[in-house]
């Protein structure tokens, strides 16, 4: 598990305190007594050795439907028949994608927040944000350096 999963799955179990269900999307917390993540409301359990243990939530590509709780699936396997609409899943670390926040793009890198497009976007707002603040900044600066001097009495305070 590398440094920043170790710091993400810290957070998530001592400060966020849970996570989505992938069975029913409820909220599964962490069960200190059997040291298991365990879904409240349909008490679907991840042990947490699993977990660690290079775990990934696999969905199926054609329908979504989870498929580690699937009869027979095997989550070292490289692909896997989806039961219930017969999609062949490439199930390997090479297909883990990620998601942009924003847009909801698939992104070919997993560790991926935000893809280009909506960076670009996210870039342009931040620019015209900084551009509003600087013409703020003048128009303040110009009207107290033409009303008395702001203020002051004393010029030098100005230069």
Same mark, same amino acid.
């Given at each position: 598990?590398?440094?920043?999963?170790?710091?993400?799955?810290?957070?998530?179990?001592?400060?966020?305190?849970?996570?989505?269900?992938?069975?029913?999307?409820?909220?599964?917390?962490?069960?200190?007594?059997?040291?298991?993540?365990?879904?409240?409301?349909?008490? /679907?359990?991840?042990?947490? &050795?699993? +977990?660690?243990?290079?775990?990934?939530? $696999?969905? @199926?590509?054609? %329908? *979504?439907? /989870?498929?580690?709780?699937? &009869?027979? +699936?095997?989550?070292?396997?490289?692909? $896997?028949? @989806?039961?219930? %609409? *017969?999609?062949?899943?490439?199930?390997?670390?090479?297909?883990?994608?990620?998601?942009?926040?924003?847009?909801?793009?698939?992104?070919?890198?997993?560790?991926?927040?935000?893809?280009?497009?909506?960076?670009?976007?996210?870039?342009?707002?931040?620019?015209?944000?900084?551009?509003?603040?600087?013409?703020?900044?003048?128009?303040?600066?110009?009207?107290?350096?033409?009303?008395?001097?702001?203020?002051?009495?004393?010029?030098?305070?100005?230069?």
């Amino acid at each position: 598990m590398k440094v920043c999963d170790k710091i993400t799955y810290t957070y998530i179990k001592r400060i966020k305190k849970w996570m989505e269900c992938p069975v029913c999307h409820q909220k599964m917390t962490f069960k200190k007594k059997e040291k298991s993540w365990t879904c409240d409301s349909c008490f /679907y359990c991840i042990p947490e &050795a699993d +977990f660690l243990d290079d775990f990934v939530f $696999w969905f @199926c590509d054609g %329908c *979504g439907e /989870y498929l580690n709780i699937q &009869a027979g +699936f095997d989550r070292n396997g490289k692909e $896997w028949t @989806c039961t219930k %609409c *017969g999609f062949k899943n490439d199930t390997t670390f090479s297909n883990i994608k990620g998601e942009c926040k924003d847009c909801g793009k698939i992104i070919d890198n997993p560790d991926a927040t935000i893809c280009s497009d909506c960076k670009t976007i996210r870039m342009k707002k931040a620019q015209r944000a900084m551009e509003t603040a600087a013409e703020i900044c003048y128009s303040l600066a110009d009207s107290l350096n033409g009303s008395n001097n702001g203020g002051c009495e004393d010029d030098r305070w100005l230069d």
